[in-house]
C-alpha cells in the first residue's frame, strides 16, 4: 500500500510507478507511428512543407480554413523530424509522453494515490490509440496539451506567479489560436488570477489580470503582425474568420433543432466512452467532498474545463468524435482517482498475501477492459498486422476498407504510382479533397487551392457565394494556363455525409463537370487516363503530335 500513496515530498520520477506506467504507456503510444494520415493532418503537413521550403504560409501558399495554430504545430514537427509521415508521427508521440507525465501529476495530485497517477497514464494512452490514423495529430490532443500544461504550471508555480501567470496565458492564447471557441478558458483562470491577487493585495489585482490577458492576446497579435507585414491579412480573415463563420460553421445538424441535438449530444457523450464516463462523474463528487480548501480551488478549475470543452463541442457544430477529446481527457483524471480509491478500500479489506495479488489482477483487467471498450477491434487487427514492420504496406492497407473512409490508401498508392513516372519541372494538379499526394510526393500544387470542396460547401441558402465563384475561376485559369503533366480526380469526396456538409453531390468528378466546365472540356481533349487508385483517377496529358 505504501507504493500507492502520495508522498508529496517526492518527485515523479522517484514514484514507484511512475516509470511502469510511462514504459507502458509509451509502448501503447508506440503502436501509433505506423499511422498513416486522413485529411486534416495531410492539408496540415503540406501547408507546413509550403511553408519550410518556399516560404508560402498557410493561406497565402495554400488555402484551407484551418485556424492558425494548427499549421503552425506541424511546421515545428517538419522543422524537427522531416517531411514524412512518420516524422509527425514522432512529434505527435512525444507529445503524447509528455501528456502522460502531465496526467500522471494531476491524478495523483487530485486524489493523493500513485495508483491513480498511473491508471490515468496508461489509460490515455489505450484511449488515444483507440482514436486511429484519422483522430490522432488532431487540433483537439494539441488544445488538451495546452490546457492540461495551464493547469500543471498554474497550480505548481503559485510562488511565482508573474511568470506563472504569463505561461499560462501564452498556453491558453496557443489554445486559442489552434481552435478560438478554447478562449472560454480565458476567464477561468483570468478570474482565479483575479481574485487570487484581491486577496494578497487589492492594487495588484488589475495589473495581474492584464498582464494574463496580454498573454493570452500575444500568440495571436504575433499572427497577425506577421501576416500584416507579407500583405497577408485579406487571405488570413477570408479563410479562417469569413469563410468558417458565413459557410463551413452554418453546416451541421442544426436541422435537427435545438431540444432534439441537445439529446443527441448526451446520447453520445454517453455512449463512447462508459468507463471513463460514469468513474468519472463518480471521482468529481468523491474529490470534491474529501479535498482540502485550498485544494478545491484546482478541482473546480479542472471541472470548467471539462465544460468548457463540452460548450466547444457543441458550438463547432460537427460532433467527430475527437472533438471532445479535452473533455475525456480532463474526466479520466477524475475517473482513475476513483477507481484508484475503489481499488484501496477493496484492498484494505484483504490480508497481505492475498492484498499482493489483488492490486496487478485488478489493474490488469481494468487495462483490458479499458481496450475492449475504447479500441474499435479493427484497430487491434491493425497493430497486430502492421506495426512494427514495413510502412508503407501499413500506409496502404486501407484500401477498399470501410474504416479507411478518408481514402487515404488511395492518396498513398497514387503517390507511389507517380514517384518513378514525375521528372523535374512536372507540374501535377489534383482535383480533390486534400492534399495527401502532393505531400508524399514532395511536389508543389501549381495551385493554392488544395481542397476542391471548399468551392463547393454551400451557404445556409443552398447557394455558392460570390467569392467562391472567384476563386473556382482564379483555380480554373490556373490550371488552363499551366497544362500540367498530370491531373489527378478523385471520383467521391470522402468520409462526410450530407448532414454534415452541405455539399449538391459527394462526386467531385460530378462537380467537375458542372462547376469547371472548361477544366472538363481541356480533360477530354488534351488528357488520357492511365491509371486508377481506388476512387482516383490519373491522367497525363497527351504529348502534342497526338493531340486532336
Known amino acids: 500500500m505504501r507504493a500507492l500513496k502520495n508522498n508529496s515530498g517526492d518527485g515523479l520520477c522517484r514514484d514507484r510507478l511512475f516509470w511502469p506506467a510511462m514504459l507502458l504507456g509509451g509502448a501503447v503510444l508506440s503502436l501509433t507511428l505506423w499511422f498513416g494520415f486522413g485529411m486534416d493532418q495531410s492539408i496540415c503537413a503540406y501547408a507546413a512543407w509550403l511553408w519550410k521550403h518556399y516560404q508560402k504560409p498557410p493561406y497565402v501558399g495554400s488555402w484551407d480554413l484551418s485556424f492558425p495554430g494548427i499549421f503552425i504545430v506541424y511546421r515545428l514537427a517538419l522543422a524537427l523530424f522531416g517531411d514524412s509521415m512518420l516524422a509527425v508521427r514522432i512529434f505527435d508521440c512525444l507529445v503524447q509522453l509528455s501528456t502522460?507525465?502531465?496526467?500522471?501529476?494531476?491524478?495523483?495530485?487530485?486524489?493523493?494515490?500513485?495508483?491513480?497517477?498511473?491508471?490515468?497514464?496508461?489509460?490515455?494512452?489505450?484511449?488515444?490509440?483507440?482514436?486511429?490514423?484519422?483522430?490522432?495529430?488532431?487540433?483537439?490532443?494539441?488544445?488538451?496539451?495546452?490546457?492540461?500544461?495551464?493547469?500543471?504550471?498554474?497550480?505548481?508555480?503559485?510562488?511565482?506567479?508573474?511568470?506563472?501567470?504569463?505561461?499560462?496565458?501564452l498556453l491558453l492564447g496557443v489554445a486559442f489560436l489552434v481552435k478560438p471557441f478554447f478562449g472560454l478558458a480565458w476567464p477561468v483562470f483570468g478570474a482565479l488570477i483575479f481574485f487570487e491577487r484581491l486577496r494578497q493585495s487589492p492594487k495588484r489585482a488589475v495589473p495581474a489580470l492584464l498582464l494574463f490577458s496580454l498573454a493570452c492576446v500575444l500568440p495571436s497579435l504575433l499572427v497577425i503582425f506577421y501576416y500584416w507585414r507579407?500583405?497577408?491579412?485579406?487571405?488570413?480573415?477570408?479563410?479562417?474568420?469569413?469563410?468558417?463563420?458565413?459557410?463551413y460553421g452554418s453546416s451541421g445538424l442544426n436541422p435537427l433543432g435545438g431540444s432534439r441535438l441537445s439529446l443527441l449530444i448526451i446520447r453520445h457523450v454517453i455512449r463512447q466512452q462508459p468507463l471513463i464516463l460514469w468513474p468519472g462523474l463518480l471521482g468529481v463528487v468523491l474529490c470534491l467532498r474529501t479535498a482540502a480548501r485550498h485544494e478545491r480551488k484546482m478541482l473546480w478549475a479542472i471541472i470548467s474545463l471539462i465544460i468548457v470543452s463540452l460548450i466547444s463541442y457543441r458550438l463547432q457544430n460537427k460532433y467527430f468524435a475527437f472533438h471532445l477529446f479535452p473533455f475525456w481527457g480532463f474526466l479520466l483524471v477524475f475517473a482513475a482517482a476513483a477507481m484508484a480509491r475503489a481499488l484501496s478500500a477493496l484492498a484494505g479489506k484483504l490480508q497481505n498475501p492475498a492484498r499482493a495479488v489483488f492490486y496487478p489482477l485488478a489493474v490488469l483487467l481494468l487495462l483490458v477492459l479499458m481496450a475492449l471498450l475504447s479500441v474499435p477491434q479493427s484497430q487491434m487487427q491493425y497493430a497486430r498486422k502492421y506495426a512494427f514492420r514495413n510502412l508503407d504496406q501499413a500506409y496502404a492497407s486501407g484500401l477498399g476498407t470501410p474504416e479507411d473512409h478518408h481514402l487515404a490508401a488511395d492518396q498513398f498508392l497514387a503517390a507511389q504510382y507517380l514517384k518513378p513516372r514525375l521528372k523535374p519541372g512536372d507540374q501535377l494538379?489534383?482535383?480533390?479533397p486534400y492534399p495527401l499526394v502532393q505531400f508524399l510526393l514532395h511536389i508543389r500544387q501549381l495551385s493554392r487551392f488544395i481542397c476542391l470542396q471548399h468551392f463547393l460547401f454551400r451557404a445556409p441558402d443552398n447557394n455558392l457565394t460570390t467569392r467562391q465563384f472567384a476563386w473556382m475561376q482564379e483555380f480554373s485559369s490556373e490550371v488552363l494556363r499551366a497544362r500540367p503533366r498530370f491531373f489527378l480526380v478523385a471520383n467521391s469526396f470522402p468520409g462526410m455525409k450530407s448532414r454534415f456538409m452541405n455539399l449538391a453531390s459527394r462526386s467531385l468528378h460530378q462537380e467537375l463537370n458542372q462547376e469547371f466546365p472548361e477544366l472538363a472540356e481541356m480533360l477530354r481533349k488534351h488528357y488520357t487516363r492511365t491509371h486508377q487508385c481506388g476512387e482516383i483517377e490519373i491522367f497525363e496529358i497527351i504529348p502534342s503530335p497526338q493531340r486532336q
Not at 489509460?123 to 484519422?134: N, Q, R, T, W
Not at 491579412?233 to 469569413?242: G, M, P, S
Not at 494538379?429 to 480533390?432: I, R
Open 429 to 432: 494538379v489534383f482535383f480533390g
Open 230 to 247: 507579407i500583405n497577408g491579412l485579406e487571405d488570413l480573415y477570408r479563410q479562417t474568420l469569413w469563410f468558417n463563420f458565413k459557410i
Open 100 to 169: 502522460l507525465v502531465m496526467i500522471f501529476h494531476l491524478a495523483k495530485k487530485i486524489s493523493g494515490q500513485s495508483l491513480a497517477g498511473a491508471l490515468a497514464a496508461v489509460f490515455f494512452s489505450i484511449f488515444y490509440f483507440g482514436h486511429g490514423e484519422l483522430e490522432t495529430a488532431q487540433r483537439e490532443s494539441c488544445i488538451f496539451w495546452c490546457l492540461l500544461a495551464a493547469v500543471v504550471i498554474f497550480f505548481r508555480s503559485e510562488k511565482r506567479s508573474r511568470l506563472r501567470d504569463i505561461c499560462t496565458g
